[in-house]
T-cell receptor, first 115, second 113 residues
Framework: AQTVTQSQPEMSVQEAETVTLSCTYD???????LFWYKQPPSRQMILVIR??????QNATENRFSVNFQKAAKSFSLKISDSQLGDTAMYFC????????????FGQGTRLTINP | DVKVTQSSRYLVKRTGEKVFLECVQD?????MFWYRQDPGLGLRLIYF???????EKGDIPEGYSVSREKKERFSLILESASTNQTSMYLC????????????FGPGTRLTVT
């Protein structure tokens, strides 16, 4: 079974700073997807960024980028030039592309951006 | 835009009651999921469905059942609510195998007293 671990329950940074959220996972699969989802306060969960395991290049979406280290089974999210709207719970998630395509989530990191 | 709606944002029920949580999606998605979210545990999969009348157990199905009579609607049923089922419940949907992204509803915060 796959497991996902986020070791930082809470983080807090000042607006405009760069912040990195950590995620490690455990799997015996070679082909899989990794995701970061964002859950703003009282709002719906949305997908921030995804990474396919077969791709060596790290994914980037505007101010969001990942550092994917397949051998180390590490998948961190970097938020550059952080904004107040980035305040949210962030979840790291794993998915096998075959079968039911279920998401396995980490425990979450509560990120607060301070003005 | 994909829209996933849940019947209630907040719900308070008594121990032993039968509870229905409804989820509706408007994008003709094949796959639908029910998760519960608890602090420090993240989201855990309860049940999922990949087609009408088809369902599979997730990681924590005990005490729950589901129903999918129509493609757009996926119901989570607590047969006899207990206090340890107090939680946030999230529904999600996705297109079949060709797409990876799950779209989430706003969640239902259920309190069982």
């Amino acid at each position: 079974a796959q497991t996902v671990t986020q070791s930082q329950p809470e983080m807090s940074v000042q607006e405009a700073e760069t912040v990195t959220l950590s995620c490690t996972y455990d799997t015996s699969e070679n082909n899989y997807y990794l995701f970061w989802y964002k859950q703003p306060p009282s709002r719906q969960m949305i997908l921030v960024i995804r990474q396919e395991a077969y791709k060596q290049q790290n994914a980037t979406e505007n101010r969001f980028s990942v550092n994917f280290q397949k051998a180390a089974k590490s998948f961190s999210l970097k938020i550059s030039d952080s904004q107040l709207g980035d305040t949210a719970m962030y979840f790291c998630a794993f998915m096998k592309p075959q079968g039911a395509q279920k998401l396995v989530f980490g425990q979450g990191t509560r990120l607060t951006i301070n003005p | 835009d994909v829209k996933v709606t849940q019947s209630s944002r907040y719900l308070v029920k008594r121990t032993g009651e039968k509870v229905f949580l409804e989820c509706v999606q408007d994008m003709d998605h094949e796959n639908m999921f029910w998760y519960r979210q608890d602090p420090g545990l993240g989201l855990r999969l309860i049940y999922f469905s990949y087609d009408v009348k088809m369902k599979e157990k997730g990681d924590i199905p005990e005490g729950y059942s589901v129903s999918r009579e129509k493609k757009e609607r996926f119901s989570l049923i607590l047969e006899s609510a207990s206090t340890n089922q107090t939680s946030m419940y999230l529904c999600a949907s996705k297109v079949g195998d060709s797409s990876y992204e799950q779209y989430f509803g706003p969640g239902t915060r259920l309190t069982v007293t």
